[in-house]
């Protein structure tokens, strides 16, 4: 057992540590299934949101936490909605080789520019239908890949109630 010692927000905090053996299994780097091209140019990414947990199952049913982040929404850099037409709340449908799916859109600043997020805590509307999914399976752990699929580029249209992506 090892101590040591940390100053935090000054103050001098001690850590006992237990040493552990841990083994580390290294894979070769493999590309996602899908890699952007001039059909599917944007990345779409998914992931989770601060306020919920998993698929939400539990979190959703807490009302403080649905009103943080109540329906599932689109992040999607000013540069790249400016690019298709896209503004804040605007119901964008996204399509990859999979599926489409509709979202209103959420304009930030904190996502890439080549990039969108939905996260996937909602099984109405779910953006896991949209994802490479079984086609995808990490070679060790067998987990499905949910991180990149690719959008099509398509320019929004202001006629119709939703706007293409």
Same mark, same amino acid.
């Given at each position: 057992?090892?101590?040591?010692?940390?100053?935090?927000?000054?103050?001098?905090?001690?850590?006992?540590?237990?040493?552990?053996?841990?083994?580390?299994?290294?894979?070769?780097?493999?590309?996602?299934?899908?890699?952007?091209?001039?059909?599917?140019?944007?990345?779409?990414?998914?992931?989770?949101?601060?306020? #919920?947990? /998993?698929?939400?199952? #539990?979190?959703?049913?807490?009302? %403080? /936490?649905?009103?943080?982040?109540?329906?599932? /929404?689109?992040?999607?850099?000013?540069?790249?909605?400016?690019?298709?037409?896209?503004?804040?709340?605007?119901?964008?449908?996204?399509?990859?080789?999979?599926? *489409?799916?509709?979202?209103?859109?959420?304009?930030?600043?904190?996502?890439? %520019?080549? *990039?969108?997020?939905?996260?996937?805590?909602?099984?109405?509307?779910?953006?896991? #239908?949209?994802?490479?999914?079984?086609?995808?399976?990490?070679?060790?752990? %067998?987990?499905?890949?949910? %991180?990149?699929?690719?959008?099509?580029?398509?320019?929004?249209?202001?006629?119709?109630? #939703?706007?293409?992506?």
């Amino acid at each position: 057992m090892t101590t040591q010692v940390h100053h935090v927000f000054g103050k001098t905090v001690n850590l006992k540590l237990t040493t552990v053996r841990l083994t580390l299994t290294l894979t070769p780097y493999q590309p996602p299934v899908e890699e952007p091209d001039a059909d599917y140019p944007v990345v779409l990414t998914t992931g989770r949101v601060v306020s #919920q947990y /998993l698929s939400g199952t #539990q979190t959703r049913r807490i009302g %403080k /936490l649905v009103d943080i982040y109540p329906e599932p /929404l689109m992040e999607i850099h000013p540069e790249l909605a400016a690019k298709y037409g896209i503004e804040e709340g605007d119901l964008v449908r996204i399509t990859t080789r999979r599926n *489409s799916a509709v979202f209103p859109a959420n304009v930030v600043v904190t996502i890439r %520019k080549d *990039s969108v997020f939905v996260p996937y805590h909602w099984g109405v509307n779910s953006v896991n #239908q949209l994802t490479v999914g079984l086609e995808g399976l990490d070679p060790i752990s %067998k987990m499905p890949e949910f %991180k990149v699929e690719c959008l099509q580029n398509r320019e929004n249209r202001r006629e119709e109630s #939703q706007r293409l992506c």
